[in-house]
């Protein structure tokens, strides 16, 4: 099989680089990890104006359905200029909500998603994951534990993390607000979507991580030559290039799975997830040795990505969960 995105597709793509490219999203990154969520916010604003969290959700709540592809696409593009925000648990808690039998806080909610007017978090809460993620910038906390979902009241203080960008906190007091066998197959669906748009984030990350490093040692010199005609170094920089190429046809293959509640549909996520992780952060890793000593500086904006592709080879899915998935199905 021959799988390619389709014309509007690749335009949707492009639209959404050009706009990243043009808000400078390091700066917005730099402020978020640091507290201030209004240039994060505007440009949160400014993706659901094109159209990327109305992908998740319902025409009948102001979305445009479930287009699991077309998120995909969207999210290759947010890890490419590592846009900051719960940006994949907004989409997830869209799916949770959709598929909850309760309607009511399906229809208090999903509307505000889809227009971007409510960032919302979602914590699948185990004794190995407590955290939710931006806790004290979403505007709704989503708690699943076991067959309850609700919303938590307040977050607690924000932990350290490797990614100073993905701000986690443990949500307190959570209301129940529904309950069932039901909860639990939609928080099933929820977190499948959750791996494939983390899986794309990876992606696109990767090739940002790729693009930078293969235009830095094109300049930098060192005995008299740049690093770049080295054996060793054009080696590492084919590895990251060939693991980013057969990770993308497995992110495609599982949104296509998705959208087609294909059986296959757990197998192609976990395989997706996995590729997708390890190579964003093999990426980070040539990226760091590639780029020496000033690979280690946090003024260099490519830290933000360095950062980002070790958190997100583990969120929604580590290697060797997915690796028991891929062996179980």
Do not use: N
């Not at 869209?94 to 999903?110: I, M, R, S």
């Not at 696109?204 to 300049?219: A, I, M």
């Not at 929604?316 to 997915?322: I, N």
């Amino acid at each position: 099989m021959r799988f390619l995105l389709d014309a509007g597709q690749r335009e949707f793509a492009r639209s959404l680089d050009g706009m990243l490219t043009a808000a400078r999203t390091p700066a917005a990154v730099r402020a978020w990890s640091a507290g201030d969520h209004g240039p994060g916010r505007a440009l949160w604003s400014r993706l659901a104006e094109a159209g990327v969290f109305a992908l998740a959700v319902p025409q009948e709540h102001g979305g445009l359905d479930p287009h699991p592809v077309e998120l995909a696409v969207a999210f290759t593009q947010l890890g490419r200029h590592a846009v900051p925000g719960p940006l994949v648990e907004t989409v997830a808690a869209a799916t949770l909500l959709d598929h909850l039998d309760d309607k009511t806080l399906a229809a208090t909610w999903l509307q505000g998603i889809a227009s971007g007017r409510t960032a919302a978090s979602l914590c699948l809460l185990t004794p190995d994951s407590p955290y939710a993620l931006d806790a004290d910038a979403a505007d709704a906390v989503f708690v699943v534990a076991e067959d309850t979902v609700g919303l938590a009241e307040s977050a607690g203080p924000v932990q350290p993390s490797a990614d100073p960008a993905r701000r986690l906190a443990r949500p307190l007091g959570t209301v129940v607000h529904a309950r069932g066998p039901q909860v639990r197959a939609a928080a099933e669906r929820a977190a499948d979507l959750a791996a494939l748009a983390t899986a794309a984030q990876a992606l696109g990350l990767g090739r940002t991580l790729l693009e930078r490093t293969v235009d830095h040692v094109k300049h930098r010199t060192q005995f008299g030559r740049p690093i770049g005609s080295f054996q060793a170094v054009q080696h590492r920089l084919a590895d990251v290039l060939i693991a980013l190429e057969f990770a993308e046809p497995l992110v495609h293959a599982a949104a296509v799975a998705l959208a087609a509640g294909h059986c296959d549909g757990p197998r192609d996520l976990a395989a997706a997830k996995l590729a997708a992780g390890e190579a964003a952060y093999g990426a980070a890793r040539t990226a760091l040795h590639c780029h020496g000593a000033l690979g280690y500086t946090e003024e260099l904006d490519l830290s933000l990505w360095i950062r980002k592709a070790r958190a997100l080879r583990t969120a929604w899915g580590t290697p060797a969960a997915c690796r028991a998935r891929v062996l179980a199905e």
